[in-house]
Structure formats: structure tokens, C-alpha cells
């Protein structure tokens, strides 16, 4: 199994930057890609970007294209999310997931989720 933890959340102003961290441990040779997802009051999950573990592969919704960008470090086992020109629409918790090769596309495993708010 995978477990993921993630951090960097909090509040910020519009225009601001945050950069969210998420750490995965356990079985990591599994791991296809990682994701990022958010999801705000009253609105569905979305996967906001991804990134694959063994290529430079990455996917970004467009509400967050040139403003958000995935990295991975493989030695550390860590993906980050650097947020800049944040908007109050960011405003979310955001989720990190481990998608395996197992199961790809199915995001098996979560982390607890990062408050993101942005105020206007």
C-alpha cells in the first residue's frame, strides 16, 4: 500500500502563491502518477494536475493552466504544487492521490486533504 500526506495549505490573498507538498511512503514502486484534486463546498472532486512517476508526463485542468504547476522529486518521494496567481475560485481543500500501476487512472490512495483559501 501507499500512504500520502500532504501540507502547505492556508490562506492567502488574491494573486498570491502557495506551494503544497505531498509526501508518499510504503509500497512507492507501485506508483503510476500523482494527482492533485480539489474540491470546494457544493462542487464535485477535480483533478486539478498530474504528473507520471517515471516520465515528464503532466496534465493540468485548464481553470489552472500557467498559473499551477506539478514537480516531482523521486529520491524524496515528494510532488508539489506551486499555486501562483491565485484566485478566490482556487479556494478548495486539495487532495493528493497515488494512482498505481495496478489500477491506473483510479487514484487507490489519499491523503487527508490541505485547506486552500484565497481571499478576494
Known amino acids: 500500500q501507499v500512504q500520502v500526506v500532504e501540507s502547505g495549505g492556508g490562506l492567502v490573498q488574491a494573486g498570491g502563491s502557495l506551494r503544497l507538498s505531498c509526501a508518499a511512503s510504503?509500497?512507492?514502486?507501485?506508483?503510476?502518477?500523482m494527482g492533485w484534486f480539489r474540491q470546494a463546498p457544493g462542487k464535485e472532486r477535480e483533478l486539478v494536475a498530474s504528473?507520471?512517476?517515471?516520465?515528464?508526463?503532466?496534465y493540468y485542468a485548464d481553470s489552472v493552466k500557467g498559473r499551477f504547476t506539478i514537480a516531482r522529486d523521486n529520491a524524496k518521494n515528494t510532488v508539489y504544487l506551486q499555486m501562483n496567481s491565485l484566485k478566490p475560485e482556487d479556494t478548495a481543500v486539495y487532495y493528493c492521490?497515488?494512482?498505481?500501476?495496478?489500477?491506473?487512472?483510479?487514484?487507490?490512495?489519499w491523503g487527508q486533504g490541505t485547506q486552500v483559501t484565497v481571499s478576494s
Open positions: 510504503g509500497r512507492t514502486v507501485i506508483i503510476y502518477a
Open positions: 492521490a497515488a494512482d498505481s500501476i495496478a489500477s491506473i487512472g483510479e487514484y487507490d490512495y
Open positions: 504528473a507520471r512517476w517515471r516520465s515528464r508526463s503532466t
